[in-house]
Nanobody
Framework: QVQLVESGGDLVQPGGSLKLSCAAS????????MGWYRQAPGKQRELVAI???????NYADSAKGRFTISRDNAKNTLYLQMNSLQPEDTAVYYC???????????????WGQGTQVTVSS
């Protein structure tokens, strides 16, 4: 089991920046991934950025060039630095962790409770 607690959501003006944090605890398998997803009102949850245990990253097109995902393994914390925020970035942001077995099969999929990001003037 992995427990995830997000923080850092806030109200910010267009063009502003925020840094989200996700504190993780519990058991990670050797092969794992952590990422950020978001869900705006009336829309499906979507991937924002993901980072594997090997350090590879993948970003949604909407996040490329503006958002940066990072991970501090010593602190068991995942971050999302968000710059040049726009009203369309308004959503609840969720932290996600995935555990995989040695064959690459998903064996655990965990979610935090979410943190609200509102971009508005």
């Amino acid at each position: 089991q992995v427990q995830l607690v997000e923080s850092g959501g806030d109200l910010v003006q267009p063009g502003g920046s925020l840094k989200l944090s996700c504190a993780a605890s519990g058991h990670f398998t050797t092969t794992n991934a952590m990422g950020w997803y978001r869900q705006a009102p009336g829309k499906q949850r979507e991937l924002v950025a993901i980072m594997s245990s090997r350090g590879t990253t993948n970003y949604a097109d909407s996040a490329k060039g503006r958002f940066t995902i990072s991970r501090d393994n010593a602190k068991n914390t995942l971050y999302l630095q968000m710059n040049s925020l726009q009203p369309e970035d308004t959503a609840v942001y969720y932290c996600n962790a995935k555990n995989f077995n040695p064959l690459g099969s998903l064996i655990g999929d965990f979610w935090g409770q979410g943190t609200q990001v509102t971009v508005s003037s």
